[in-house]
Nanobody, 116 residues
Framework: QVQLVESGGGLVQPGGSLTLSCAAS????????MSWYRQAPGKEREMVAR????????NYADSVKGRFTISRDNAKNTVYLQMNSLTPEDTAVYYC?????????WGKGTLVTVSS
């Protein structure tokens, strides 16, 4: 079955960097668009970044443009989120996501806390 396992979260100081990973299994990873979402305390879940299959086209939420970079390694069935210049407003649980004809799948998330 589809499995998405996020890792790499933690506590980081404002201005710092962090790289999240999402290991995928149970489907043809290279054929699907992969996304990162986040949910901050008391807020709705929002899309952060997306990368398509094939050409690997990307798009980002306005709030993270120029600071975050999404990438994928199809040989490792893994999607990454490089996060730079982090601010307390980036504090959230970050989730990996894939949409297939059989449904929408989420990982369990990884917590990122930006605080001094």
């Amino acid at each position: 079955q589809v499995q998405l396992v996020e890792s790499g979260g933690g506590l980081v100081q404002p201005g710092g960097s962090l790289t999240l990973s999402c290991a995928a299994s149970g489907f043809a990873f290279e054929s699907y668009t992969m996304s990162w979402y986040r949910q901050a305390p008391g807020k709705e879940r929002e899309m952060v970044a997306r990368i398509t299959s094939g050409a690997g086209n990307t798009n980002y939420a306005d709030s993270v443009k120029g600071r975050f970079t999404i990438s994928r390694d199809n040989a490792k069935n893994t999607v990454y989120l490089q996060m730079n210049s982090l601010t307390p407003e980036d504090t959230a649980v970050y989730y990996c996501n894939v949409r297939r004809i059989t449904g929408v799948y989420w990982g369990k998330g990884t917590l990122v806390t930006v605080s001094s």
